[in-house]
């Protein structure tokens, strides 16, 4: 069993920053592909970042279009931690963020992919 928890979710405006944390507990975080999505009101959960567990020193990475170049997805085995620095903020980013996780090979991009959920975290972007 793997438990999530957000953290870092909040108000900003529009061109600027955050970074959010998804701090997991639980079975071995380091061989887990951990994602963020984000859902934004009355729309469906939408596949942010995923970044797969690190194999020769490095870990696969994979990014939504609307994010690229302005997030970016790290994790820290030792802190048991993935992040997600969020530059460039625009009002369409608001959303609930979602971090999961799951026993995969690659940085996957659906929604099933996953078997661990957090809360979720609330960005909220004004313009």
């Known amino acids: 069993q793997v438990q999530l928890v957000e953290s870092g979710g909040g108000l900003v405006q529009a061109g600027g920053s955050l970074k959010l944390s998804c701090a997991a507990s639980g079975r071995t975080f380091s061989v887990f592909t951990v994602a963020w999505f984000r859902q934004a009101p009355g729309k469906e959960r939408d596949f942010v970042a995923a970044?797969?567990?690190?194999?020769?020193?490095?870990?696969?990475?994979n990014y939504a279009d609307s994010v690229k170049g302005r997030f970016t997805i790290s994790r820290d085995n030792a802190k048991n931690t993935v992040y997600l620095q969020m530059n460039s903020l625009k009002p369409e980013d608001t959303a609930v963020y979602y971090c999961a996780a799951g026993a995969l090979s690659s940085a996957a991009t659906a929604i099933s992919s996953y078997n661990y959920w957090g809360q979720g975290t609330q960005v909220t972007v004004s313009s």
């Open positions: 970044i797969a567990a690190i194999t020769w020193n490095s870990a696969g990475t």
